[in-house]
């Protein structure tokens, strides 16, 4: 009988153990979330507004290079950080598409996007031949430009100058980013 109550009781620890161990990630989960989606994590993410940005240079996915950075662009360029497998980000493809083909000749838009292959090539389809997407499969120009989630954009000068950024958190969120975003390059 006490052998049997001291198991009874190990194993009670054990999942009372596992139990605090889950509801701390999960605490500290929703701490970072709740950070990254707030007003103060969508300034410190990203490069600043108002400083220019270092040179980046890759291949999209016809093979021509795409360079974002100082006196490498004619116009002024809207870059979105985006990832396979991502809802918001699948949710802001068709408004990404409509800003390129009404804005297309005045402002470059650029997706750099981070996932598998055949679900980068998918996105590039719904985004349509005026967004330039650069396949990012480990994330390594978001990080560049210290991007922590996505979606998240970033609207910059000729000389990349950053005029504006942020991520948004549901589509309605999105189209008010897209239109600020509008706002500071049709301006420029």
């Known amino acids: 009988m006490t052998g049997t109550l001291f198991w009874a009781s190990y194993a009670a620890l054990w999942v009372i153990t596992l139990a ?45 290079e795409v360079r974002f950075g100082p006196a490498v662009s004619n116009c002024p360029q809207l870059v979105c ?10 949710l802001l493809l068709p408004e990404l598409r409509a800003f390129s083909e009404a804005h297309g000749q005045l402002i470059e838009t650029i ?25 990012d499969p480990q994330g390594q120009w978001r990080q560049a430009v210290q991007v922590v989630s996505v979606p998240f954009a970033i609207a ?18 999105l189209e008010v980013e897209l239109t600020r975003f509008r706002g500071h390059l049709l301006s420029l």
Do not use: W
Not at 81 to 90: D, E, I, M, N, R
Not at 111 to 130: N, T
């Open 111 to 135: 997706a750099f996007c981070d996932g598998k292959a055949e679900r980068i090539l998918e996105m590039a389809e719904q985004l349509g031949s005026h967004v330039r997407v650069v396949p």
């Open 20 to 64: 605090l161990a889950i509801s701390t990630v999960l605490a500290y989960r929703f701490m970072a979330e709740a950070f990254v989606r707030g007003p103060r994590g969508r300034r410190e993410q990203g490069p600043e507004i108002g400083r220019t940005i270092n040179a980046v240079s890759a291949p999209d996915l016809s093979g021509r």
């Open 81 to 90: 950080f985006l990832a396979a497998g991502c809802k918001p980000c699948a």
């Open 156 to 173: 910059a000068t000729q000389d990349a100058v950053v005029r504006g950024k942020g991520k948004a958190r549901d589509l309605a969120a």
